[in-house]
T-cell receptor, first 114, second 110 residues
Framework: EAGVVQSPRYKIIEKKQPVAFWCNPI?????LYWYRQNLGQGPELLIR????????DSQLPKDRFSAERLKGVDSTLKIQPAELGDSAVYLC????????????FGQGTRLTVV | GIQVEQSPPDLILQEGANSTLRCNFS?????LQWFHQNPWGQLINLFY???GTKQNGRLSATTVATERYSLLYISSSQTTDSGVYFC????????????FGKGTLLTVNP
């Protein structure tokens, strides 16, 4: 069974440019998460989807970040415009919906803003 | 929010040694997971263990939910065990949000 797939693996952009990350969750997983991991820290939740609905986006900086999950499968996370402080690893995870769940993570996208 | 503290922050071992990593959390949890982040950044699921004890090969984990801690045991360590070990918890009522500790950086030398 394929795991969570993310692309690209690495991205280097200049500040003020837009960038987008893509995630394909594990087949059948209706819950999808985007996390951000700063250097030397644990991942922190940005947004959680149940199917195509964003049910927790309280940590998403909405002035420059946006996300979508059309048809409740793949998801994209966008930053526009990027700032130097956005340099981090962006991780996608998925899980089955339920009372409590085990989350599985993709390999992440390492973003460097110069 | 819930606080998750991992110890030690860094650990250096010789190959073949055993180790214990600890995770303390400040509130009741529905879920606790241990992950290994390899040098390429991939988070590998080790254990889903909100309570009790589980074993998988050279690794085992114990969570004592009533006392708000979990332990990860690594026996006969290998160089491939190197990386960062994260504990992540889902607080009761937090709607599936995992809160991570800062991790333990393990280095196993040959």
């Amino acid at each position: 069974e394929a795991g969570v797939v993310q692309s690209p693996r690495y991205k280097i952009i200049e500040k003020k440019q837009p960038v987008a990350f893509w995630c394909n969750p594990i087949s059948g997983h209706n819950t999808l998460y985007w996390y951000r991991q700063n250097l030397g820290q644990g991942p922190e939740l940005l947004i959680r989807y149940e199917n195509e609905e964003a049910v927790d986006d309280s940590q998403l900086p909405k002035d420059r970040f946006s996300a979508e999950r059309l048809k409740g499968v793949d998801s994209t996370l966008k930053i526009q415009p990027a700032e130097l402080g956005d340099s981090a690893v962006y991780l996608c995870a998925s899980s089955l919906w339920g009372q409590t769940v085990e989350a599985f993570f993709g390999q992440g996208t390492r973003l460097t803003v110069v | 929010g819930i606080q998750v503290e991992q110890s030690p922050p860094d650990l250096i071992l010789q190959e073949g040694a055993n180790s214990t990593l600890r995770c303390n959390f400040s509130d009741s949890v529905n879920n606790l997971q241990w992950f290994h982040q390899n040098p390429w950044g991939q988070l590998i699921n080790l254990f889903y263990i909100p309570s009790g004890t589980k074993q998988n090969g050279r690794l085992s984990a114990t969570t004592v939910a009533t006392e708000r801690y979990s332990l990860l045991y690594i026996s006969s360590s290998q160089t491939t065990d190197s990386g960062v070990y994260f504990c992540a918890v889902e607080r009761d009522g937090s709607n599936y949000k995992l809160t991570f500790g800062k991790g333990t950086l393990l280095t196993v030398n040959p």
